[in-house]
């Protein structure tokens, strides 16, 4: 009885003791290029970043370790196979540039943090965050660009493609796609995200943006259908509130590429 007695005081030692060397704070708002759980980054070093919450009185970081997994069972295991900060000293919380392995394209993230306050207590882990990372190489693109008239632009332009999906359960769906001329896309009738005025305004002939979206519940074994509305905007429809010019009397243009990822 003696001896069982001891044990038990001994564990509830352990157990006190692992309690009080952990921090009471904890990490929130973790974000990539300030983002929560971007897809499509193109940088190959983003920008990490989280908040601290803690009600202490002179509360401060005082390091930090990142972990980035391959996949989630990794991280969940505490290995960062991608990138182990291990302990970094400094109270950097804000564009903490990530320094691990190169990453390819299409290729999902899995990243948390801990922190030391002002005690030198750890925090415990946050919670798992992402980004994946968007077409790095112009290689990427097997799209082609496709457009209406080239003698005769329009204010829209109605495109439409039929395509098939096979019979294995898709795994995840990504719809990468910009514009010569504003855009707003359909899948199977559903419009596809909630952006306004895609792919947004840049100097056309030097830089063109494009956008990375999560189709995957969009879209239904068999038949399916894409479709997008294509209108003038700045590219050919004139810029500024008095007319202004436009960057080109051409056709609008499309270039939009869908990968379907199935379990097998």
Known sequence: MKTRLLFVLAVLAIAYSCSQSSSPARITDMQCES??????????????????????????????????????????????????????????????????????????????????????????????????TGLLNPDDWRASWISGEPENPVRSVYLRKDFEVAGSRIQSARLYVTGLGSYVFYVNGSRVGDDLL???????????EYQVYDVTDLLVEGANAA???????WWSGGLGWMGGTSYSKGPLKLLAQLKIKYDD
């Open 35 to 132: 983002q929560v759980n971007p897809l499509g980054i193109d940088r190959e070093k983003p920008l990490l970043q989280w908040k601290i919450s803690d009600d202490r009185r002179g509360a401060v970081q005082t390091a930090y370790q990142v972990l980035v997994a391959s996949s989630p069972d990794k991280l969940r295991a505490d290995t960062g196979d991608l990138w182990d900060s291990g302990m970094v000293e400094t109270d950097q919380s804000v564009h903490v540039e990530y320094g691990g392995s190169p990453v390819a394209s299409e290729t999902a993230c899995y990243w948390k943090v801990r922190v030391w306050d002002q005690d030198g207590k750890p925090t415990p882990w946050s919670a798992m965050a992402t980004w994946e």
């Open 198 to 208: 895609t792919p947004g305004w840049t100097d056309f002939p030097k830089r063109l």
């Open 227 to 233: 479709g997008a509305i294509l209108g003038s905007m």
